[in-house]
C-alpha cells in the first residue's frame, strides 16, 4: 500500500496586495473570495481523501492561531498547527514543518502548499500528488510547474531539462518574473510557471537544508524540539527561531540542489495575487463584470466589484476595480497591481489601522466590531460563542456598560456574580475585575458602550484567561 502524502499547508503572509479585504490581522486566506470557504478552508478540503493524503501540518504566524482553529473547526478538519513567533520566508516555515513530521515518521512524504492558492480541478491535483510521490521517495525534490496559460508578469519560470522519470524533469533554470516581453517568449519556449507547490521527504529536505544553511537549519530544527504545547497549538521556540535566516525555500535550496526536479501540470492553479487575478477566477456576465455583493452596472464593461453591505453602482467605467468594506473603498484600475502597493504604503502611513484590523476583529471566544467611536467614547457590538469566556480582565482607563440583545449573559465584577437576559444591562467601573461568558446554547450578543480618557485595546490587565494570553 503507497504511504499517505502529509499536507504542509502554510499560511502566515499577510496578503495587503488585497486590501481593503485583505488585512494584517485578517489577510486574503482566510477571506471566502469564491463561496463559502475561505482559500484556506479549500485547501484543506483539496486534501482531505483520507486513501491519499494523512493528516495535515498548518504553519503560521502566531497571530492566526485562533482563526485558523476556528476555520479547521467549521469544516470539521483535524491538524497539527504549528506556531511562528516571527515570520522568517517560506524557507524556514517548511523546514519547521518538514521537522515536525519527521519526529513521527522519519521520511514522510510531504507536499508543501500555500493557503492561499486556488485550484479548479482537485481531481487533476491529487492525481498530480500521486504520481509526484515515487520521485519524492527516491530523494528528488518536485515542484509541480504550470503549463502557462498567458504570458503572465506576476509568475516566476521554470525551464525543464532532461526527463529522469515518469513524468518528471530535472530542472535546468529558474527565472525570475519577467517583463512582458520576455514572458510571452517563456511561455513560445515551453517554460512552466513556479507554482511554490512541491512534494518531497522529509529527511531528505532537511539534509539539504543542513547542507545549504546550516546555521538556519540548525536555529530552525532547535525550535521544533523545543516547542512548547499550548491548547491545540505548538509554539516554536521564539530563542531558537529568531536565529533563522528569513529566506524563501527557493532561494534556501530549490535554487541550490541537485536534486530538484519538476513535473508539468495542468489543474487550473493561481495564486490569487490581485484584484485582477480575483476577477479572472470569478464568474463574469456577459460585458465581463463580476461582483460579490450588491452592484450594478451600466455600460461598464470588464469590472469587479465587492461590497460587504453597501449596493455599489458602476456607470460608464471599464476594467476597473471597486472593493468597498465597512471603513474603506478603494477604486482602482484592474491591471494596475503597482498602484494599489502605493496606495497601501500610503494607507500605512496615514491611516495605519486600515491595513491592520477589519472593523470585525475575531477573538479565540467570538468577535467584536467598532459601530461608532468618538472623543471618550467607543461603541462595540459583542459575540460571544456558546460556551465562550472572556478573560478576567480590568482596565485603568476607562468604564463599560453592556446591554444583552440576544442569549444570556453571566457576568462576573469583583466578588459578584450576575445572570442578563435580553434587554437587561449591567455597568462595569474603571478599575474592577470583571469577565463575561456565555452559559447558553445559542451565541450572545451585547452592546458595549466605553467611556473614558483612553480606548485602546492595549488597555486590558488580563488576570486569568482561558486561551492563555494573561
Not at 530549490?254 to 477566477?281: F, K, N
Not at 466589484?305 to 482602482?332: F, H, M, P, R
Not at 467614547?377 to 469566556?389: A, D, L, P, S, T
Not at 467601573?429 to 463575561?436: S, V
Request: include cysteine; charge should be negative.
Amino acid at each position: 500500500m503507497a504511504r499517505l502524502i502529509v499536507p504542509l499547508i502554510m499560511c502566515g503572509g499577510a496578503g495587503t496586495r488585497l486590501w481593503p479585504a485583505s488585512r494584517e490581522n485578517g489577510p486574503k486566506q482566510f477571506l471566502p473570495l469564491f463561496g463559502r470557504h475561505s482559500t484556506f478552508q479549500e485547501t484543506l478540503r483539496r486534501v482531505s481523501d483520507p486513501v491519499l493524503f494523512g493528516r495535515p501540518i498548518i504553519v503560521t504566524n502566531a497571530r492566526y492561531r485562533f482563526l485558523v482553529a476556528e476555520q479547521l473547526a467549521a469544516i470539521a478538519v483535524k491538524a497539527d498547527i504549528l506556531l511562528e513567533p516571527a515570520r522568517r520566508d517560506s524557507g524556514p516555515a517548511i523546514l519547521a514543518g518538514a521537522a515536525f513530521a519527521s519526529r513521527r515518521d522519519g521520511d514522510a512524504i510531504i507536499v508543501a502548499l500555500a493557503a492561499d492558492h486556488v485550484v479548479t480541478d482537485p481531481g487533476a491535483f491529487a492525481e498530480a500528488c500521486s504520481k509526484a510521490r515515487e520521485a519524492a521517495h527516491d530523494n528528488q525534490i518536485v515542484m509541480f510547474g504550470m503549463r502557462p496559460t498567458r504570458p503572465a508578469t506576476e509568475y516566476g519560470y521554470i525551464r525543464a531539462g532532461e526527463a529522469i522519470g515518469p513524468g518528471v524533469f530535472a530542472i535546468e533554470r529558474f527565472v525570475e518574473k519577467p517583463d512582458a516581453a520576455t514572458a510571452a517568449s517563456y511561455v513560445a519556449e515551453n517554460y512552466l510557471w513556479n507554482s511554490g507547490n512541491f512534494i518531497f521527504r522529509s529527511d531528505f529536505l532537511i539534509e539539504e537544508y543542513r547542507r545549504f544553511e546550516p546555521d538556519s537549519a540548525a536555529a530552525v530544527t532547535a525550535a521544533v524540539d523545543t516547542a512548547a504545547s499550548d491548547l491545540e497549538f505548538e509554539i516554536l521556540d521564539p530563542e531558537s527561531f529568531g536565529r533563522a535566516t528569513a529566506k524563501s525555500i527557493d532561494y534556501a535550496v530549490m535554487e541550490r540542489t541537485a536534486r530538484a526536479a519538476v513535473m508539468p501540470v495542468s489543474y487550473g492553479w493561481s495564486d490569487v495575487g490581485s484584484w485582477h487575478t480575483v476577477w479572472e477566477l470569478s464568474a463574469r456576465d456577459a460585458d465581463g463584470n463580476a461582483t460579490q455583493g450588491s452592484a450594478v452596472f451600466i455600460n461598464s464593461r470588464g469590472s469587479y466589484v465587492s461590497a460587504e453591505k453597501q449596493l455599489v453602482a458602476l456607470s460608464g467605467l471599464d476594467n476597473v476595480v471597486v472593493v468597498a468594506t465597512d471603513d474603506a473603498i478603494l477604486v482602482a484600475r484592474r491591471e494596475d497591481g503597482e498602484g494599489l502597493r502605493q496606495v497601501v504604503k500610503r494607507v500605512t502611513s496615514v491611516a495605519p489601522t486600515l491595513t491592520q484590523d477589519h472593523l470585525k476583529v475575531h477573538r479565540p471566544w467570538g468577535s467584536y466590531r467598532s459601530v461608532d467611536q468618538g472623543d471618550r467614547f467607543q461603541v462595540k457590538r459583542i459575540v460571544v460563542k456558546q460556551g465562550g469566556r472572556l478573560s478576567l480582565q480590568m482596565h485603568h482607563h476607562r468604564a463599560e456598560h453592556w446591554i444583552v440583545v440576544r442569549g444570556t449573559a453571566r457576568v462576573t465584577i469583583g466578588n459578584d456574580v450576575k445572570v442578563l437576559h435580553e434587554n437587561e444591562s449591567i455597568y462595569v467601573p474603571i478599575g474592577a475585575r470583571h469577565r463575561l461568558e456565555n452559559p447558553g446554547k445559542i451565541d450572545l450578543e451585547l452592546i458595549e458602550v466605553q467611556t473614558g480618557s483612553y480606548l485602546g485595546e492595549d488597555d486590558i490587565v488580563r488576570i486569568e484567561d482561558d486561551y492563555h494570553r494573561s
